[in-house]
């Protein structure tokens, strides 16, 4: 994992003990992470599927929070803003204090330094914007698989189909194209089915990612509106 990412994680994420001593399965499995698999990470959260009606166990991942991260980093904001807020709150984690004094002491900081209540929630509405912009992109990446991936494969399956009805009212002679024409059947429907559990899976992990972050940000803006007046 990055610096960037283990400092970025460690601002929003609680990080536990399994997700550090993870297997060198995996690991392997992470590494090899594509638009089609998805590396395997701690929290998890059931997702109902629409596409062939079973329930997706989405996974936080890596791979996405380093999306999401990498979009706001980018869009950093000038000066004091959200994330030197959420920077300076995540220091006093260890601290014995409640919560409303964490909040109150790390915007005596951020108050220091030029930023107000209402800059700070501003500047987290940009952050919640560019994830959007960023959940928006991945759907349609998401579109784009589908396509590739499932609906053109199903159009072959009815072509199949059509051309095994055709041929089973021919004459003995055509009996062994017909069952080659199975076989072929039968592997591309397996084809599809590994094909939508993995498009599946991962919807299902940016969206436990991707709502997991947008909440934490949300409930701080809460937060700051309730405990920061000025």
Request: negative net charge; hydrophobic residues 30%.
């Amino acid at each position: 994992m990055s610096d960037f990412l283990k400092k970025m994680k460690s601002i929003f994420v609680v990080t536990t003990d399994e997700e550090n001593q993870s297997t060198p399965q995996e690991q392997s499995n992470a590494s090899a992470a594509s638009s089609d698999t998805v590396p395997q990470s701690d929290n998890s959260s059931t997702v109902s599927s629409t596409d062939n009606m079973t329930d997706v166990v989405g996974t936080q991942s890596d791979q996405f929070y380093k999306i999401l991260f990498d979009a706001m980093e980018r869009n950093n904001q000038p000066g004091f803003d959200y994330i030197e807020f959420k920077k300076a709150l995540s220091g006093l984690e260890s601290l014995s204090m409640d919560e409303k004094t964490k909040f109150l002491s790390a915007y005596a900081g951020a108050h220091a330094s030029g930023a107000t209540s209402k800059s700070l929630v501003d500047s987290a509405t940009v952050y919640l914007e560019v994830l959007s912009t960023e959940s928006d992109k991945f759907k349609k990446a998401v579109d784009v698989q589908k396509n590739k991936q499932i609906t053109n494969r199903q159009n072959e399956v009815k072509q199949l189909n059509n051309l095994i009805s055709g041929k089973m009212d021919q004459i003995t002679k055509l009996q062994a194209e017909i069952e080659d024409h199975k076989k072929m059947l039968t592997s591309i429907q397996n084809e599809i089915g590994t094909s939508q559990e993995k498009i599946n899976k991962t919807i299902a992990d940016f969206d436990v990612t991707y709502e997991g972050l947008v909440k934490k940000i949300r409930d701080d803006i809460d937060r700051i509106k309730t405990y920061i007046n000025n």
